[in-house]
DNA sequence: CGCGGAATGC
DNA sequence: GCATTCCGCG
């Protein structure tokens, strides 16, 4: 059903300006961090919570933006709309004009650059949606100093956000040229001197730029608590957070020895030091979504020991691995809210370098999914013309939007002709959004940032505790009809490989093997049998549900949950009943307490792992 | 105001 | 895919 290429597009880079249009949450992101215009839209609430002022001005501005004269907030407002189902946003119920971007999920992947609140002044402590009231800036980890990219080399690169722009006045709607080089706004090739701070500066380039255009790694972190209000269950540890919201740096924007990665800041990140991650991915592909992937088992191994050390230091979803069949997954247990641990943040988005050596920016096929397609209506229409091409590089103006890039080949995909007729094995068409969890994830999803709402649910509407705790996916049936020859595939090329590189990786995961849920599958040598891989996977991925519970949102698609449900709905909704989450051992239940213990297995050998591996 | 379906365009 | 444009509904 799926194929490479038509799964990802909400991974791709492609969503941010550079390679297509800019959208229209990232234009609005650009305005709320801009001061000259926080007469007409600004932050406001909580975090993520942003009001238009003016409607009218806003609109304006992102007509002139896209070259739409004709818009209006109407319309404007109608696109903001449809942001609800992909969760990008959702309305602040009772204020005006007031929405609020749904950060916990959202990890601007493509943007996670980007300032929500200003560098400097603008930003309301109360705003700044920005993650782990750490600062007002969205960042990304460096791997290590010296992937950092030399600032030298980044200090050129004009962010496209991170200027200060001379603004465009209302009228200056004018330049509509663009159709691509989508700022025209923003065409700020230099930041303005005066807004910036030094550090801010130094900071913003130091991220940005080349990272930028892998965007795919950043993530950002959940914030825990911007605002700064007393949790009862706060994630993240107190001498981890920083105290200054409006600081955009609490740290130092250099990034030490260890780098900005340290826990302190965005944890959520998964960017592992890349000199960990010598993993070499074929060219295009996501391991998921390639059709094959060729790696080499050292690098596989490192890339694993570094990424559980993520994992399991950092909450993030050990999904991640379930890109990595043949590999076992430890699986950090994830503890119950009272450790919070070294996450503390939250995390969630990981991010695979993919790319090799460690000076390298990296530039990872991975991609992350922000969302699993709206379900839309019915389902209609069926022309897929994806490649349309896409002017995206003119070079140009590229400066703000370094990216573009990659896409290349997989994005053209050829899917359309599936799509079209998709055979289906169930439902026709039907996305079960509400899991996507299950459906969508096991092919890409690396992501879900948002696994610690339980705790906080005040803040956010979508995420609501998730229901989905009690959800017991079955073994293997089920979902897993149709992507089963794609996954298969994919699973089993890496196995399937001769001797050598088999071996090798038998040999890797042969100890977390012993520690997977008992007799899982039977799993031969050479992976002549895969298929047991794939179940692993699938239990790994149910138990992984279970310990994730409260993740994601439930009921996100409110109204659509009534319409078209699968059995699996009907599960979810027991779940849901419950006003609390249960808790893991209830959850587990299902699967058999036996599973408990060995997480707790797991999670030594995790971290012994981790140990051993600890490098940075 | 705000919502969301439908059709349409790029 | 992502709007844009219309539009009826509450």
């Known amino acids: 059903m799926k194929t490479p290429g038509d799964t990802d597009w909400a991974y791709k880079p492609e969503s941010s300006p550079g390679s297509r249009q800019i959208q229209l949450w990232h234009f609005i992101l650009e305005l709320l961090r801009k001061e000259e215009y926080h007469d007409v839209i600004a932050w406001q609430g909580d ?19 896209k070259c739409k004269p004709q818009m209006n907030y109407d319309k ?68 290590t100093p010296s992937d950092v990219l030399s600032p030298s080399e980044e200090l050129r690169s004009p962010g496209v956000f991170s200027a200060v722009p001379r603004r465009i006045a209302r009228g200056s709607v004018s330049d509509c040229s663009d159709g691509t080089s989508t700022n025209s706004e923003l065409e700020e090739t230099g930041m303005a001197p005066g807004d910036d701070r030094p550090a801010d500066r130094a900071f913003r380039n130091l991220l940005h730029p080349r990272l ?43 990034p030490g020895p260890g ?48 990424h559980t050390q993520s994992v ?17 997954i430890p699986q950090p247990q994830r503890p119950d809210k009272g450790l919070g641990g070294p996450a503390g943040v939250g995390p969630h988005l990981t991010s695979h370098p993919l790319h090799h050596q460690a000076d390298e920016p990296h530039l990872s096929p991975f991609k992350f999914k922000l969302q699993p397609p709206p379900l839309g209506r019915k389902q209609r229409e069926g022309p897929t013309q994806t490649g349309g091409g896409h002017a995206p590089n003119s070079g140009s103006a590229a400066a703000s939007f370094p990216y573009c890039g990659e896409s290349g080949s997989a994005s053209n995909s050829s899917s359309s002709g599936m799509m079209t007729n998709n055979p289906a094995a169930g439902p026709p068409k039907i996305k079960v959004e509400p899991i996507s969890d299950m459906e969508s994830e096991e092919e890409v999803e690396v992501t879900d940032i948002s696994e610690e709402e339980h705790e906080d649910e005040e803040c ?34 890496p196995a399937a490989p001769t001797s050598g590189v088999g071996l090798n990786l038998l040999g890797l995961k042969a100890e977390p093997r012993e520690l ?86 797991l999670q030594r050998a995790t971290a012994q792992l981790s140990l051993e591996n600890n490098v940075c």
């Not at 790694?217 to 981890?240: D, K």
Request: overall charge neutral; charged content about 25%.
């Open 312 to 328: 399991y230091n950092y909450h993030l979803s050990p999904r991640a691995f379930l890109h990595y069949p043949n590999i076992v």
């Open 76 to 143: 404007l407002s109608r696109a903001l709309r449809y942001y609800y189902n992909k969760r990008i946003l959702h309305k602040t119920k009772g204020k005006r004009f007031t929405y609020k971007f749904n950060f916990n999920k959202l990890v601007l992947v493509n943007y996670p650059f980007i300032d929500m609140g200003s560098a400097g002044s603008g930003v309301p402590q109360s705003a700044p949606p920005v993650p782990s009231g750490v600062s007002t800036h969205f960042r990304f980890p460096p791997s």
């Open 516 to 601: 997977n849920l008992g007799q899982g599958a039977p799993i031969s040598p050479g992976g002549t049998r895969c298929i047991p891989l794939k179940l692993r996977f699938k239990r790994r991925w149910s138990e992984d549900q279970r310990m994730e519970a409260g993740t994601e949102e439930a009921e996100d698609k409110k109204s659509r949950g009534e319409k078209e449900e699968l059995s699996q709905e009907v599960d979810l909704k027991l779940g849901e009943e419950n006003g609390d989450r249960k808790s893991p051992e209830t959850l587990a239940a299902p699967l058999g307490t036996g599973q408990r213990r060995v997480s707790s297995e």
């Open 212 to 254: 930028s255009h892998d965007s795919l790694f950043r993530v950002y972190g959940a914030p825990p608590n911007p605002t700064g209000l007393p949790r009862s269950g706060p994630h993240v540890p107190p001498h981890r957070m920083h105290p200054e919201p409006l600081s955009p740096f609490p740290v130092s924007p250099l």
């Open 47 to 65: 975090y993520g919570e942003f009001v238009i002022k003016d409607p009218d001005e806003v609109a304006r501005l992102w007509g002139a933006r």
């Open 460 to 493: 956010d509407v979508f995420s609501p505790p998730h229901p989905n705790g009690g959800l017991a996916p079955p073994p293997n049936h089920d979902r897993m009809t149709d992507d089963d020859d794609l996954e298969e595939d994919v699973f089993k090329t």
């Open 259 to 306: 780098g900005l990665l340290p826990p302190t800041l965005s944890p959520a990140l998964s960017m592992t030091p890349t000199s960990h991650m010598p993993y070499t991915p074929s060219p295009s592909l996501s391991p998921m979504l390639g059709s094959h992937f060729s790696f080499n088992p050292e690098d596989m191994k490192r890339y694993l020991q570094a």
